[in-house]
């Protein structure tokens, strides 16, 4: 599952996709494992395990969605512009990829600007893309499943704590 832009052009082309099965940003049902190395949040706000609602619009459907974190994750996660292998338009400020999920990134936090090849393979074009760090944060990553649209999707990657509030 992939995590995406919050610009609302972005997110209708990952909406249309993402509903209709087909197109250059589509999103799988299941998003897979996260990768290698990666380090479970000591003491994170929301467990595995707890239920959640999304405040993040990554993609059409998800604001407001009831989600259960399956995972919690202590990394630097990055909002980056980049362009698809696949020869589709130019992405800007896809929300979000981790540091494992960048080609040599080592472990110290990229600055903004940093040029980066992307190891994510969130949606069709991304594995191997050349982009550009827009910014960072150092708060704890969840992975989520939820439902939108009527399709359940599992292992969406990345949503932050502070796009996530608790269920009432």
Wanted: aromatic share 4%; hydrophobic share 35%.
């Amino acid at each position: 599952m992939a995590a995406c832009s919050t610009g609302s052009e972005h997110a209708s082309q990952h909406s249309s996709a993402m509903t209709s099965g087909h197109g250059g940003m589509e999103h799988p049902a299941d998003g897979g494992p996260v990768p290698a190395g990666m380090k479970r949040a000591a003491d994170p706000a929301y467990p595995r395990g707890s239920t959640v609602v999304l405040t993040a619009d990554h993609v059409d459907g998800m604001a407001g969605a009831t989600a259960t974190i399956v995972g919690a994750y202590d990394t630097y996660t990055y909002a980056v512009d980049y362009t698809p292998t696949d020869g589709a338009d130019p992405v800007k400020d896809h929300r979000w990829v981790v540091q494992e999920e960048m080609k040599d990134a080592g472990a110290q936090r990229l600055p903004d600007g940093a040029e980066v090849t992307l190891l994510a393979d969130h949606m069709p074009g991304m594995k191997g893309a050349k982009a550009t760090v827009v910014s960072s944060t150092d708060e704890t990553v969840c992975v989520v499943d939820y439902k939108a649209h009527g399709m359940t999707m599992t292992n969406h990657k990345w949503v932050t704590e502070s796009e996530i509030t608790p269920q009432p």
